[in-house]
Every structure is written in C-alpha cells, then in structure tokens.
C-alpha cells in the first residue's frame, strides 16, 4: 500500500536549499501584496513624474503605461516562476546564484542593492515639496532636503517595528492610496475635467515638428519608473505561508491594479490640466500642484497632500522592506564587506536590524548629495529605474540561459510551454527599456550631464566588479549556486 506524503511546507523547501529562516511568518497574502503595490505605488510615480512626462511627450505620454506594464508583466511572470522554486529572502540574488554561479549573483545582488538604495532616496525626495507645503515651508532645495530626510527617519522607525507592523501598515497604506487615488481621479473626471478623451492622441507640440516618436520614448520614464515594485513581494518570501502559491499571484496582482490605478490618476490629470502648451514650453513647470489648487481650493489641497504623503511614506517603507532583505541575504551568504554586522538577527522583532540601518543612512547620504546638482530629482529617478531594471535582466538573462542549458522550474507556479517564449520577450523588453534611458537626449547640455545616467551605471558595475575582482566575496560561502541546471554526465558514463 502506499501512502500519500504531504506536500513540502515552507520550512522543508528553505532546508532542501541550506538555509533555515530566522524570520517569522507573520505576513498575510494581503500583506506581502499591500508591499508590493505601495512599492510601485501608482500615486508616487505619477505625482512625481507627471509634470515631467508631459512636458516632453504631451499628453500621449499615457501610453507608456501600457507598454511598460505589458512589458513588467512578462518579467513578473518568469519571477513568479523563481521565487515558487526559490523562496528564499532577498529575490534577486538568491536566484541569480541558483540559476548561473556565485559571481553572477554578488554583481546581480550588488547592482539591485545599490539601485534599491537610490530609489528610497528618489521617494523620499520627490515627497519633499508636498511635505514642505504640507508645513507651510517653500519647497525650495533645503526645506525639500530635509523633508526628505524626515520621511526616511519615519520609515526606518516603522521597519524597526517588525514584520507584524510593517505588514499592517503596508495594508493601510494600500487602503489609503487606492482610495485617496480614486477619489481625486473620480472629483477631477466629474467637476473638473476640460477635455475629451481625444487629447490622449494630440501630442500638442511636444518633440517639435519632426517624429513624435523621440518624444514619447523620453516621456516613457514615467511608465518605466511606476513598473517596479512587485519584486518586494519576492524580497519577503521567508516572512509568508506557502510563499510558493501566494507570492506569484501577489506580484501579478500588483501589476494589474497598481497599473490600472496609476493609469486612472494619470487620465484624470491630463483630462483637468487648463493649458497643455504651458506645461510643455516650461511656463507651468508644476502642474500637479495648478490642477489640484484649483479643483479641491487651499484647505482641500492641503488634505489630498496629506493622502499623497501616505503613499510616498509607504512607498518610502516597502523599499526600504525590500532592500533591507536583500543586504540580509546577501551578508548571510557572508557576500558583502561588513556582513557580519549586516547578517545580524533580532529575534524580539524578527528583523535585520544593521540592514535596515543602511537602508536609511545611504539614502540619507544621497539626498543630501543631491544638493550638488541641477535636476537632481530626474537624475536619481533615472539612475534609479536603470540600476533596477539592470538588475531585473540580469535575473531574466541567467534565467533563459539556465532554461536553455535544461533548467526546468519546478515550485508551484510555472508557465509550462510557454516559459521560454516568455524567457525571451521579457529579455528583449528589458533591453530596450535600458536603451531608452540611457539614450543622450540633451546635444547642447555637457557630455558628463548628457551621458549621466549611463556613466552612473558603469561607475556601479565598475566599482562592483573591482571589488569582487579584488576581494573575491563570493567564494566565502558554500551554500549552492547554480545548481537550478541538471548536471549532465559524459557520455562514456551514460554509455555504461
């Protein structure tokens, strides 16, 4: 007689891999997805990038969230294949080592790291003027600086709270934003729209008189930067029951309703902005801050900003979540300089408490860094969506070089036939997201600000590869690396 065996839990998974948690799991299936999407967090990008987008695509500009969010879906997709075989804390990484080596994954780990650190401090800063206003201060460099700063410390304080406190208030900052986004997008369509749906094929000007295409590519950074996020889910895969089934339909589901929100708020922007051609020559250079005054007077404006700063605060926390993980991962595997401090576990709270501490000071570094520079919120936003697409096609990359090597995902969510068509288009999507932000716009502007985004990569790739060149971090550990590919014997053994 034979007997049906249950189903390995969580736990048998991670010690089949070589690790046993430290963390509890405490998150709920609506937890991990509140942290993905408040680390998407379609009020964030849209607010922060909207003035900018139209200015160089007009209104089409839209449009870019169709693209991207097409695009993200794919990446998601052979994510949620990873993370149901590998749900090990700290997303990228780990699966990078799983699928190609261990010098993959420490450049994969340390090019995400990085990345995930600019891009807290490129949250927290584009809070900075409405929580300035919020104040009654000017939102000028200083006063934007130090707000910034003053949403890191409330972040990171929260982070030192706890899983079981970071899962509620990730709830409550998903109820918070999906409700305050719909209710400003509802009140613009109704009392203040002045346009037809029309206006969304009108570029009005943007881009010149030549082909509308440069322009819409330039105006996409607002889609590219709204579609990461859904990876945080992954980040906390040893925090969730049955991470193997939950994460994956998590991650999807950021990306259908974070999208579908950032494209609403997006639409009921554009349909109330007065005067298209005064944002696109410069005259309006805030157009949020216009629309919002007029439709919702002083008092009411003040309160969406305060719904606003919800999102940007919890945006601010999942990140910081996200990055936090991944250092944790990354120093367990005694990967990183300091990883002794960094690999270290409180077990009252159930958090990396030295990892979440540079999750705050880096981006505290950077903000104030950015005091040195003109346009510094664009150049970290661009830096930042880089570095974590980067790291997203790193992972997407040695996954379809493991497919074709014989690789074949095994957890409890896979996409069967379809993976390596998926493998590819994912790939070939990411590379041309990257091309697009790198690409030198600016002819009359110095080459080093021209070529800015790109220069900042390589100084991260480059510094990175010296380091590990140097110091070699990924040979002190032997927990497994890419053994996701069946070692094939030769063939005078195959033979016997």
């Known amino acids: 007689m034979t007997t049906l065996q249950d189903p390995p839990t969580a736990e048998d998974r991670l010690k089949d891999l070589g690790y046993t948690s430290e963390f509890k799991r405490d998150m709920s299936p609506w937890a991990n997805f509140s942290l993905g999407f408040t680390y998407l967090s379609p009020v964030v990008s849209t607010y922060t990038l909207f003035g900018v987008a139209l200015a160089l695509g007009g209104p089409p500009m839209i449009w870019s969230f169709v693209v991207a969010g097409v695009g993200q879906f794919l990446v998601a997709l052979i994510f949620g294949e990873l993370v149901a075989q590998y749900p090990v804390a700290g997303g990228v990484y780990p699966w990078a080592r799983r699928l190609w080596g261990k010098r993959w994954a420490w450049m994969t780990g340390w090019v995400y790291m990085i990345a995930l650190l600019v891009t807290i401090a490129s949250v927290s800063y584009g ?28 972040s990171t304080l929260i982070n030192y709270a706890g899983t079981k406190v970071l899962s509620w208030a990730a709830i409550f900052g998903f109820a918070a934003e999906i409700v305050g986004a719909l209710a400003v997008g509802i009140w613009l369509l109704v009392d203040n729209r002045i346009h037809g749906l029309g206006v969304l094929f009108d570029s009005f000007g943007a881009g010149g008189s030549g082909s509308y295409l440069p322009a819409f ?3 996409g ?68 801050t216009s629309i919002l005054t007029t439709a919702f007077g002083p008092v009411g404006y ?22 936090s993980r991944l250092t944790y ?18 077990q009252k709270r159930h958090i990396p408490p030295f990892a979440l501490a540079l999750a705050g000071i880096i981006p505290v570094v950077i903000v104030f860094a950015s005091m040195l520079s003109t346009n510094a919120l664009d150049k970290i936003v661009s830096f930042a969506t880089l570095g974590i697409y980067l790291g997203f096609q790193m992972v997407v990359f040695a996954a379809l070089r493991a497919r074709l090597k014989g690789w074949t995902p095994s957890g409890e969510f896979t996409l069967g036939r379809w993976g390596l068509i998926v493998n590819v288009l994912a790939l070939a999507y990411g590379v041309a997201a990257m091309v697009n932000m790198v690409w030198p ?23 990175g590869l010296v380091y590990m060149l140097i110091a070699k971090p990924f040979g002190n550990s032997d927990a497994a690396a890419g053994d996701a590919v069946p070692v094939r014997e030769p063939l005078s053994l195959q033979a016997k």
């Open 221 to 288: 950074i607002i889609g590219l930067y709204q579609y990461y996020g859904f990876e945080a889910c992954g980040d906390t895969a040893e925090e969730v029951k049955d991470p193997g089934r939950v994460i994956p339909k998590a991650m999807r589901r950021t990306i259908y309703i974070g999208g579908a929100a950032a494209t609403f708020a997006c639409l009921s922007l554009l349909l109330a902005v007065p005067d298209f051609g005064k944002v696109i020559s410069g005259e309006d250079a805030d157009p949020v």
């Open 127 to 154: 809070a900075g003027p409405y929580l300035a206003t919020l104040l009654g201060y000017t939102a000028n460099v200083g006063n934007t600086v130090l707000c910034a700063i003053a949403i890191i410390v409330v």
């Open 329 to 346: 991962s990354y120093a367990r595997d005694k990967m990183i300089f300091g990883h002794r401090a960094l690999a270290k576990f409180n």
């Open 217 to 219: 590519f330039a105006a």
């Open 302 to 323: 003040k309160i969406v900003i305060a719904v606003v700063l919800i999102s940007f605060l919890s945006c601010t926390m999942s990140l910081q979540a996200a990055a």
């Open 441 to 463: 716009r600016t002819p009359d502007a110095p080459w080093y600000d021209n070529y800015v985004v790109i220069l900042s990569g390589a100084l991260v790739v480059g510094i």
